[in-house]
């Protein structure tokens, strides 16, 4: 019997052998997003699935070695990319009364958004924020206060985006009624180049493919074990025969 059990347990770290570790890199992604990151993943050399969640949401997993490499490329480029709530999701009819203040901020938030996700869609572009400000003036003052918006946008290190910073104006001011060019601002912001990959020195100790060759080893010594185990357990018991 304790034959049979050396050989069930050699025969399980047989198997077990070349195994690697895995981690959730996100947990509930839309679907959208989970292909964009599986995308960029997969195109780095990284072994990536996308795996069905909860609630139609999507997970994305990774080799646990390769979760610190992953999460530095997503961010340079922006993956997930943020999910934005337009004016109709804001603006949803909910059977509660809000006050005028309220209505005004919910609008300028979902103004905020709208805005900042057809920015953030230009070539380059990583992310965009767009602030817009709406002064809520008196209709009988005879000085008024003027709308404004701020407008910041992340981008590529290797994209030049500064020309279009006229048409990102101009797309502001059409889509925000009273606001002026003059009142627009837009900043650029570069991200950081990705750092030059640094080979690993070699070592006297390093074997590649080591993990092939242990379960290789472990193979051709678990083999004759299991087939001798086999045989001993199927042989006639001579004691039973008499």
């Known amino acids: 019997m304790k034959a049979q059990h050396w050989g069930v347990a050699l025969l399980a770290c047989w198997l077990c052998v070349g195994c690697e570790s895995r981690s959730i890199l996100f947990a509930s992604l839309e679907e959208r997003q989970a292909n964009a990151v599986l995308a960029a993943l997969l195109d780095a050399g990284i072994s990536a699935q996308k795996e069905a969640g909860e609630e139609e949401h999507w997970r994305v997993v990774i080799p646990e070695r390769d979760f ?10 922006g993956l997930p990319q ?9 603006f949803k009819k909910t059977g509660m009364v809000s006050s005028p203040s309220e209505e005004r901020i919910r609008f300028m938030d979902a103004l905020s958004q709208d805005l900042a996700r057809t920015l953030s869609v230009i070539e380059g572009v990583v992310e965009a924020r767009v602030h817009v400000v709406l002064p809520e003036n008196d209709p009988f003052a005879k000085q008024t206060l003027p709308s404004s918006a701020a407008v910041a946008i992340r981008h590529r290190w290797d994209a030049d985006v500064s020309d279009l910073v006229p048409l990102v104006k101009s797309l502001v001011k059409n889509a925000i009624e009273g606001l002026s060019y003059e009142k627009i601002t837009v900043t650029l912001f570069r991200e950081a180049p990705p750092p030059t ?3 690993p020195s070699p070592s006297p100790w390093h074997v590649p493919h080591l993990g092939f060759i242990i379960g290789l080893g472990c193979f051709l010594v678990a083999t004759p074990f ?15 025969m008499q």
């Open 68 to 77: 610190a490499t992953a999460t530095v490329l997503l961010e340079q480029r």
């Open 82 to 90: 943020r999910t934005y709530r337009g004016v109709g999701e804001v």
């Open 197 to 199: 990959p640094v080979p």
């Open 226 to 240: 299991i087939a001798w185990l086999i045989w001993r357990i199927r042989r006639p018991n001579p004691t039973a």
